[in-house]
């Protein structure tokens, strides 16, 4: 058990005994603010790594020489340019390397997996989810309903907390799954919650999933990159991912997908089809009828677009050079000190305190705290980004911050309590509460 303390030199000193520590050189941190800012906005956009921009000028550069030749002759071939992330990335979810690939977008990959496992047949139609889902996945489930001509408010049943309580208790979502499992077809929920950072426990949910005859897939938006992994274990049918946020590989990058092994060989199984999903011994035959690769690859529509994935692929040599358990272990120290911060300033304020929503138990908990700021407005968050604390604004009150354990600091939580303590003093209670 670590005692924090709200000490510069209390964070310098964990800083100088923290072996991940030499990983923040490796990347660039926003130069635009007249302050050196402190970045706790990983949960929505990764900071560039330095190699990225390395990785995308070589394959300009073999564009440039090779032209189309690039395919089969660049030093990274194109050809197969989303196999160079199949080890990497299975390692990073705990899968095997046929079960991934990297391919679209988070939301276009979300609706080829519910095309092939979201079949609803007769009373087996019913969808659950957590409600205040990000909307991309809620659009995504309401528009796959639709298409099978279904009523999203009679299909769509939504998991909420209990009144006064901020999280979802794994025993309603299990009580749930259990009491709808005569008319379930699928169980789809996002590992993370995007707005309290709740992490659900997936095994038991995609347990209780297949017993009730469901097939079960998670939304990693905020999972890969953040937490540790055991895909293949657990056994979901399937799940997708952004890189962007955790995995640092910028804006709109390249997504994930995981379909577990016993999916590969069904090529019954019903599924949008595309050439780069095609049996690659004899793709080029370009014959009528799709004969599946039998890997997680079968699900690709087109060739790699490489110049989104080289910041991915170097983005991911760190994670695999680092490993998640030591990500996860940091990850404690670091929202446990943010959280003894914040639960201390939140003591000291006069007419206002700051929630955390999020689960204190760290197993249920990633790098994201939202905190609810009780008597305080909009004003809190301009304070905070005017003084160079980059955090997440989510209306009415909650402010998301996400100490990231491959570049931040035990200094920035400390720099960030001081600038929080700095905006009570200073704006007071009347200021604060003004835009509420």
Request: hydrophobic fraction near 40%; proline fraction near 4%; aromatic fraction near 12%.
């Amino acid at each position: 058990m670590i005692h924090y303390k709200n000490t510069k030199a209390f964070a310098q000193e964990m800083d100088a005994n923290d072996p991940l520590a030499k990983y923040r050189k490796q990347f660039h941190f926003p130069d635009f603010h007249e302050k050196e800012v402190i970045y706790f906005t990983g949960n929505s956009l990764g900071l560039q790594p330095k190699k990225a921009r390395t990785m995308m000028n070589e394959e300009m550069d073999d564009w440039a020489r090779y032209g189309v030749e690039g395919h089969f002759m660049s030093r990274r071939p194109w050809y197969a340019y989303h196999e160079f992330f199949s080890e990497k990335a299975a390692r990073l979810v705990g899968a095997r390397p046929d079960e991934v690939v990297m391919m679209n977008s988070l939301t276009t990959n979300l609706h080829l997996m519910m095309v092939s496992f979201y079949q609803p047949s007769g009373q087996r139609n019913k969808i659950i989810c957590e409600g205040k889902a990000f909307p991309s996945d809620l659009y995504a489930l309401e528009s796959q309903v639709r298409f099978h001509n279904l009523d999203p408010d009679q299909t769509i049943i939504e998991l909420h907390p209990r009144e006064g309580e901020h999280s979802i208790r794994k025993e309603d979502v299990l009580a749930t799954i259990a009491e709808h499992a005569d008319e379930l077809a699928l169980v789809m929920i996002g590992g993370v919650n995007y707005y309290t950072g709740q992490v659900f426990d997936m095994e038991a949910i995609t347990k209780a999933g297949h017993d009730a005859g469901a097939f079960v897939g998670f939304d990693l938006a905020h999972g890969a990159g953040n937490l540790h992994l055991k895909l293949h274990d657990w056994g979901p049918d399937f799940a997708v991912w952004c890189s962007y946020k955790y995995l640092n590989s910028g804006p709109g990058s390249i997504s994930g997908a995981f379909v577990h092994e016993r999916h590969h060989k069904n090529e019954e199984l019903t599924r949008f089809a595309g050439w780069w999903g095609y049996d690659k011994t004899t793709r080029f035959e370009m014959k009528k009828g799709f004969r599946p690769i039998p890997s997680a690859e079968a699900w690709q529509l087109s060739n790699a677009p490489v110049f989104a994935m080289a910041p991915h692929l170097a983005s991911l040599e760190l994670f695999d050079e680092i490993g998640m358990e030591a990500l996860r272990k940091k990850t404690r120290l670091l929202s446990g000190y943010l959280e003894f911060m914040i639960d201390e300033l939140s003591e000291k304020a006069e007419g206002a305190s700051f929630e955390i929503i999020t689960p204190r138990d760290w197993k249920q908990r990633g790098c994201q705290l939202s905190v609810l700021a009780h008597g305080m407005g909009k004003n809190l968050f301009n304070y905070l980004n005017d003084h160079g604390a980059i955090v997440d604004w989510r209306d009415p009150n909650v402010i998301r911050m996400a100490p990231v354990p491959m570049y931040n600091s035990f200094t920035d939580v400390y720099r960030f309590g001081q600038i929080l303590e700095g905006a009570l003093k200073h704006l007071g209670k009347s200021t604060l509460a003004k835009e509420v």
